[in-house]
């Protein structure tokens, strides 16, 4: 729940918030309205959702300068729904993301956040960048969207629509729309030219009374009174999986939108359990009113801090700003032309792609482009949760396998090292005898049968020397293979014995049995030079080397 602190932190900088929280209402309002319609369930529940998800994750949250609302990764989760669940099935779906996120924040989830690698964001976002865009063409054309579930299907249907009756007045608009918000913040980036573009679109189709552009239509002058008269409990069950997605993309929005808003201010750092039950709490609240799912939004984050807010104080301000508008402009509002919100998300997904950002990625290694370049696609061909875990699944592949390829186990030039130890034939007796193999690294599933093959090749020597002082970490599985080795060659006469085995590692070997075979013939040792020792009482006791009377010294070393 929130804290003192949340609340007197808002007393630091009054005047900036208040200032950054207009600038961000002004830049979300075009948004807001365009993910509404894009979502399918219009553009007055984009305005819902950004005024009451907005206020109620502002208050939450876990972040003082996150801003949520709409967004087009959601919009692009939620056309399948709405084409397979209708209106209904959306805002059941956003109720049970919310009972989800909240239970992620309860089981402290929020944490994990942190393993995401960046190949697998940017490639995320690249995707969803080329998704947001294609959804756009048929508003951008002016032609009726065309059924269909993948984008790419219905970008080109819209085409194909706009070639046999083209709308040059739609298609003039957008790109008009478009060419300003990008050209406008290069050359001035404070301004919010977003708004700029839509107002001049919309002025320009009520004075040349262009009836070919579209506008919105009349939207509500305020909120609807809360409801839950879309909920049928008997399709629970079934929207359960598109629930999952949702949550799940709100929670990874939310957490990585945190996270880039820590990195561009000094001293400001979220809480990602916070976040995450400030972001259920939202997407519990906006469907009563009939809002879509929300999520925290990178772009309007990015343009809260940069316009000096300190505090929720600016995300509230946001929320209320937009609130007033829903109540006293609706009418004006309800005439902006449907082509010019194509528009601002058409620049909007332009400016997603990070360009430098990608072009180090696809340098940085091989893996990294693999994985950017796969989650891409994934996205942009299947769906933004299946297109997370691919890029995750292989990301974790590739670096198990780099991780993996680290691991060496390398033959050690066997030397008594003992000076006035042993006699020349001795030393010969011992090099010809004993082999030593020192194991660097990890030791698990991921290459450890590589070693079985090495230690079963073996071959012409009576004790292998095992010194295990300098391997990182052991599983199971690794355990496992090093038992199999130990009885190959104990079957073949092969004495083994081990040095430097790390507390860390007898969990492992003790649970599958390797360590009871080694302490069983006594060839455990402490360190190396012991074991040596061990061999060389070994080879006597087999009459390879001659009995000593005299004590065998052993020289302490480090492992």
């Not at 083209?166 to 977003?194: E, I, K, Y």
């Not at 320009?204 to 409990?233: E, K, M, R, T, W």
């Not at 449907?338 to 601002?344: D, I, T």
């Not at 599958?512 to 040596?532: C, F, K, N, Q, W």
């Amino acid at each position: 729940m929130p804290a003192r602190g949340d609340f007197e932190v808002m007393r630091r900088s009054p005047r900036g918030d208040l200032l950054a929280g207009l600038t961000v209402a002004i830049v979300a309002l075009p948004l807001a309205l365009g993910f509404g319609v894009s979502s399918g369930l219009g553009a007055e529940a984009g305005l819902a959702t950004a005024v009451v998800a907005g206020a109620l994750a502002a208050l939450f949250g876990g972040s003082n300068l996150q801003v949520s609302g709409p967004t087009g990764a959601m919009t692009v989760v939620l056309v399948p729904i709405v084409a397979q669940y209708g209106p209904g099935g959306v805002l059941t779906v956003g109720l049970m993301a919310g009972v989800l996120l909240i239970a992620l924040a309860l089981l402290k989830a929020g944490q994990y956040m942190r393993y995401v690698p960046a190949p697998v964001v940017e490639g995320f976002t690249l995707g969803i960048a080329c998704v947001i865009g294609l959804q756009q063409i048929p508003g951008a054309l002016g032609v009726p969207e065309p059924d269909g579930e993948k984008v790419l299907a219905v970008a080109w249907r819209a085409v194909v629509e706009f070639a046999h009756a083209p709308n040059w007045t739609a298609s003039a608009l957008s790109l008009g729309v478009a060419a300003v918000m990008l050209l406008g913040a290069r050359w001035r980036p404070t301004v919010p030219f977003s708004i700029v573009a839509v107002i001049a679109a919309t002025v320009i189709v009520q004075v040349f009374h262009l009836d070919a552009a579209a506008p919105i239509g009349d939207l509500p002058s305020g909120l609807p009174a809360p409801s839950l008269a879309f909920l049928d409990l008997s399709a629970l069950g079934s929207l359960l999986a598109p629930a999952v997605a949702v949550a799940a993309l709100a929670a990874l929005e939310s957490l990585l939108s945190a996270t880039v808003a820590d990195g561009m201010t000094v001293g400001q750092k979220h809480d990602p359990d916070k976040e995450l039950f400030g972001q259920g709490i939202a997407n519990l609240a906006a469907p009563l009113f009939g809002g879509v799912p929300a999520t925290a939004a990178i772009a309007r984050t990015a343009v809260n801090v940069r316009t000096g807010a300190s505090s929720r104080l600016a995300a509230l301000t946001h929320a209320a700003v937009l609130a007033v508008i829903v109540f006293a402009a609706a009418p004006l509002v309800s005439k902006i032309p449907l082509a010019a919100l194509a528009g601002v998300l058409l620049a909007t997904a332009i400016r997603m792609v990070e360009v430098g950002s990608l072009r180090a990625m696809a340098k940085a290694t091989r893996s990294d482009a693999v994985v950017l370049v796969l989650t891409a696609a994934a996205t942009l061909v299947l769906d933004l949760v299946y297109a997370v875990i691919i890029g995750l699944v292989v990301a974790g592949a590739l670096a198990l396998k780099a991780v993996a390829s680290q691991a060496r186990m390398d033959q050690v030039d066997f030397r008594p090292d003992l000076p006035g130890e042993h006699s020349d034939e001795e030393h010969a007796l011992l090099a010809e005898h004993i082999v030593a193999y020192r194991i660097d690294g990890p030791v698990f599933f991921a290459g450890a049968h590589r070693f079985l093959l090495e230690l079963s090749e073996v071959s012409d020597v009576k004790v292998v020397i095992l010194r295990m002082s300098r391997v990182t970490t052991m599983d199971a599985t690794g355990a496992l293979v090093l038992k199999d080795a130990v009885q190959k060659l104990n079957r073949r006469g092969i004495a083994v014995m081990t040095s430097g085995i790390r507390p860390g590692q007898r969990q492992a070997l003790e649970a599958v049995g390797a360590l009871d075979l080694l302490r069983h013939e006594g060839r455990e040792y402490a360190t190396t030079p012991e074991a040596i020792a061990g061999a060389r009482k070994h080879l006597e006791q087999a009459g390879l080397l001659p009995l000593k009377h005299r004590p065998h010294r052993i020289r302490k070393a480090a492992r």
